[in-house]
């Protein structure tokens, strides 16, 4: 551990100290992405409705993203769940939005930046700039995978990080100041949840298939918050959960095995889900990872460090950056048509080469620009009992 320990020396997280554990969750979730973005290096892209189990993998590498936001749930959703739960005061808003901001928004205009010059678009309005610079593009019809497509997800998370300390503001007005209990908490994360999956019910069924009107309203509707916020409700229950400790939980929390082992029928149903041709099935898939993601994000809190953390603790510190500059490494490359034939060992060969790229990049991007932004940040976290959380966003 010691290479996780010099790379991440001062760099905070949840509490006083980053988890290794939850890092090495990152880890797994920015390899997947980078995975299934890899297999467009052959210039071909794998056909969605396949169930041939090559096509499956590759196609739910990008199930990654909902490891980063069953983690963005646990972790940004603590300190408003916890005071919520006590009847504490609410983190302060000001302090919180200029340390998000401050955790996300560099790093990514920078990445942005380089795709502009170097993979420049077709055409390009004025208004679009601001627009994506401020992470507001999923709220535009057409413009949430326009410039930069990773930056879909950023979009998501920028509108939760909105969402949290706004609705925990709402149930703090309707409540009072006195502490909620764990059960109601959970009812109100389920009723959450279930509003969630009938908005990508509805969206889905407007806006089918993958025609120019649907892929142009995806954005706004079907890859929405609403659609997507039962994603961020699994790390929602988890919070809860710790703190009420009821015996099922204790005892499946004692046996990350068993957690890991009951995420695996629901990341492979979600995987058969997302090869459908039905528009509303295809969506729900991701109800399936999400429960998956949750399951893995439980196991991950509750295990020991072990000696594979080692190795994949570093990469999940710098795992914002290799989402970022992974796909512009994919970008140049496909823009100069340097490609990796098909062949036996073409996948494995174009996921080393585009790691092999873009890893540099992400710890370049870690070490200058992410890391002294956490330090300086620190100095402003002066939140009652539970401080916000500083993970890497999907």
Same mark, same amino acid.
Request: contains cysteine; glycine residues 8%; positive net charge.
């Given at each position: 551990?010691?290479?996780?320990?010099?790379?991440?020396?001062?760099?905070?997280?949840?509490?006083?100290?980053?988890?290794?554990?939850?890092?090495?969750?990152?880890?797994?979730?920015?390899?997947?992405? =980078?995975?299934?973005?890899?297999?467009?290096? @052959?210039?071909?892209?794998?056909?969605?409705? +396949?169930?041939?189990?090559?096509?499956?993998?590759?196609?739910?590498?990008?199930?990654?993203?909902?490891?980063?936001?069953?983690?963005?749930?646990?972790?940004?959703?603590?300190?408003?769940?916890?005071?919520?739960?006590?009847?504490?005061?609410?983190?302060?808003?000001?302090?919180?939005?200029?340390?998000?901001?401050?955790?996300?928004?560099?790093?990514?205009?920078?990445?942005?930046?380089?795709?502009?010059?170097?993979?420049?678009?077709?055409?390009?309005?004025?208004?679009?700039?601001?627009?994506?610079?401020?992470?507001?593009?999923?709220?535009?019809?057409?413009?949430?995978?326009?410039?930069?497509?990773?930056?879909?997800?950023?979009?998501?998370?920028?509108?939760?990080?909105?969402?949290?300390?706004?609705?925990?503001?709402?149930?703090?007005?309707?409540?009072?100041?006195?502490?909620?209990?764990?059960?109601? =908490?959970?009812?109100?994360?389920?009723?959450?949840?279930?509003?969630?999956?009938?908005?990508?019910?509805?969206?889905?069924?407007?806006?089918? @298939?993958? @025609?120019?009107?649907?892929?142009?309203?995806?954005?706004?509707?079907?890859?929405? =918050?609403?659609?997507?916020?039962?994603?961020?409700?699994?790390?929602? =229950?988890?919070?809860?959960?710790?703190?009420?400790?009821?015996?099922?939980?204790?005892?499946?929390?004692?046996?990350?095995?068993?957690?890991?082992?009951?995420?695996?029928?629901?990341?492979?149903?979600?995987?058969?889900?997302?090869?459908?041709?039905?528009?509303?099935?295809?969506?729900?898939?991701?109800?399936?990872?999400?429960?998956?993601?949750?399951?893995?994000?439980?196991?991950?809190?509750?295990?020991?460090?072990?000696?594979?953390?080692?190795?994949?603790?570093?990469?999940?510190?710098?795992?914002?950056?290799?989402?970022?500059?992974?796909?512009?490494?994919?970008?140049?490359?496909?823009?100069?048509?340097?490609?990796?034939?098909?062949?036996?060992? +073409?996948?494995?060969?174009?996921?080393?080469?585009?790691?092999?790229?873009?890893?540099?990049?992400?710890?370049?991007?870690?070490?200058?620009?992410?890391?002294?932004?956490?330090?300086?940040?620190?100095?402003?976290?002066?939140?009652?009992?539970?401080?916000?959380?500083?993970?890497?966003?999907?």
């Amino acid at each position: 551990m010691r290479v996780y320990e010099a790379m991440s020396v001062d760099a905070p997280a949840a509490g006083d100290r980053r988890s290794p554990q939850l890092d090495a969750v990152r880890a797994l979730a920015v390899l997947m992405v =980078l995975a299934g973005h890899a297999y467009l290096l @052959g210039g071909t892209v794998p056909e969605q409705t +396949s169930r041939a189990p090559g096509d499956l993998l590759i196609n739910a590498g990008g199930s990654g993203i909902w490891l980063f936001f069953a983690l963005s749930g646990y972790l940004i959703g603590a300190p408003f769940v916890r005071a919520l739960a006590d009847g504490s005061p609410l983190p302060r808003l000001g302090r919180y939005a200029l340390r998000r901001g401050a955790r996300i928004l560099p790093a990514y205009w920078l990445a942005l930046a380089v795709v502009l010059v170097v993979v420049p678009p077709v055409t390009l309005d004025w208004w679009q700039l601001p627009l994506h610079g401020a992470l507001l593009h999923n709220l535009v019809p057409g413009e949430g995978q326009a410039l930069f497509f990773v930056a879909w997800t950023l979009g998501i998370e920028a509108l939760f990080y909105a969402f949290v300390p706004l609705g925990a503001l709402a149930v703090r007005r309707a409540r009072g100041p006195r502490p909620i209990d764990a059960s109601s =908490l959970m009812a109100g994360i389920g009723v959450l949840w279930g509003l969630s999956i009938a908005w990508s019910v509805w969206a889905a069924r407007a806006y089918p @298939g993958e @025609g120019v009107a649907a892929v142009e309203n995806a954005d706004a509707f079907r890859l929405s =918050l609403p659609a997507l916020l039962s994603a961020f409700c699994p790390g929602l =229950l988890l919070i809860v959960a710790e703190r009420a400790r009821p015996r099922r939980y204790a005892w499946l929390a004692a046996r990350p095995g068993v957690a890991v082992a009951l995420a695996v029928p629901f990341a492979v149903g979600g995987m058969l889900l997302f090869a459908a041709s039905s528009s509303v099935v295809f969506d729900l898939s991701h109800q399936l990872w999400s429960v998956a993601a949750g399951l893995v994000v439980l196991a991950a809190l509750e295990s020991p460090p072990r000696r594979l953390l080692r190795l994949v603790a570093p990469l999940g510190l710098v795992s914002y950056g290799l989402y970022l500059w992974h796909y512009v490494a994919l970008l140049v490359l496909r823009d100069l048509e340097l490609s990796v034939q098909a062949g036996p060992v +073409s996948w494995p060969v174009r996921i080393a080469l585009l790691l092999a790229i873009s890893l540099p990049f992400a710890v370049a991007s870690w070490l200058l620009v992410e890391r002294p932004l956490l330090r300086r940040t620190a100095r402003w976290r002066r939140v009652p009992r539970a401080p916000v959380a500083e993970g890497a966003p999907a």
